[in-house]
């Protein structure tokens, strides 16, 4: 049988320093994040929406917000492709990028966060802790707390649970 792969904490956070390069199931897309203070604190954040938990296809979505000047993607099989999610809380449209080899998501793009990408961080060997929660009103009743991450109803940084 082969070695299971997928296993976090093989790998150091320091080792990320010089960027956090991740890539879709097929390998088609590779992505690297460069920020050197990826894992000086907490950075990323789960959201309980349902698009999100669609995309994600899990009970949330771990998610980084960062600035596109901080990301590289690189397409070598020209899959990417991008769904506009129209049907949002807000109504304000969401481009949704993902490889259409695999399926697998990539990030999403909302005029609401100019300059700034949502990452999908199952790209990646090593997801930094999350800082907050969003759609905490829409978690599951079976869903723990993690300590030292807010929960915030709705949107993030609006009324907290």
Same mark, same amino acid.
């Given at each position: 049988?082969?070695?299971?792969?997928? !296993?976090? !904490?093989?790998?150091?956070?320091?080792?990320?320093?010089?960027?956090?390069?991740?890539?879709?199931?097929?390998?088609?897309?590779?992505?690297?994040?460069?920020?050197?203070?990826?894992?000086?604190?907490?950075?990323?954040?789960?959201?309980?929406? #349902? !698009?999100?938990?669609?995309?994600?296809? @899990?009970?949330?979505?771990?998610?980084?917000?960062?600035?596109?000047?901080?990301?590289?993607?690189?397409?070598?099989? @020209?899959?990417? #492709?991008?769904?506009?999610?129209?049907?949002?809380? @807000?109504?304000?449209?969401?481009?949704?990028?993902?490889?259409?080899?695999?399926? !697998?998501?990539?990030?999403?793009?909302?005029?609401?966060?100019?300059?700034?990408?949502?990452?999908?961080?199952?790209?990646?060997?090593?997801?930094?802790?999350?800082?907050?929660?969003?759609?905490?009103?829409?978690?599951?009743?079976?869903?723990?707390?993690?300590?030292?991450?807010?929960?915030?109803?709705?949107? #993030?940084?609006?009324?907290?649970?």
């Amino acid at each position: 049988m082969p070695p299971l792969t997928g !296993n976090p !904490n093989l790998h150091a956070t320091k080792d990320f320093i010089e960027g956090l390069v991740g890539h879709c199931l097929c390998g088609s897309v590779n992505v690297t994040i460069n920020d050197p203070d990826l894992f000086t604190r907490r950075r990323g954040h789960l959201c309980h929406c #349902a !698009n999100c938990r669609k995309v994600s296809g @899990s009970f949330a979505a771990s998610n980084l917000i960062i600035e596109q000047d901080k990301i590289q993607i690189e397409d070598r099989d @020209s899959t990417l #492709a991008m769904f506009l999610d129209t049907e949002t809380g @807000s109504g304000i449209p969401i481009e949704r990028w993902f490889c259409s080899r695999c399926g !697998n998501p990539i990030k999403s793009v909302t005029p609401t966060l100019e300059g700034k990408v949502v990452m999908k961080m199952g790209l990646f060997p090593r997801i930094p802790a999350p800082e907050f929660e969003t759609f905490g009103l829409h978690r599951h009743e079976w869903q723990g707390y993690h300590p030292g991450v807010e929960v915030y109803k709705i949107k #993030a940084f609006g009324e907290k649970v």
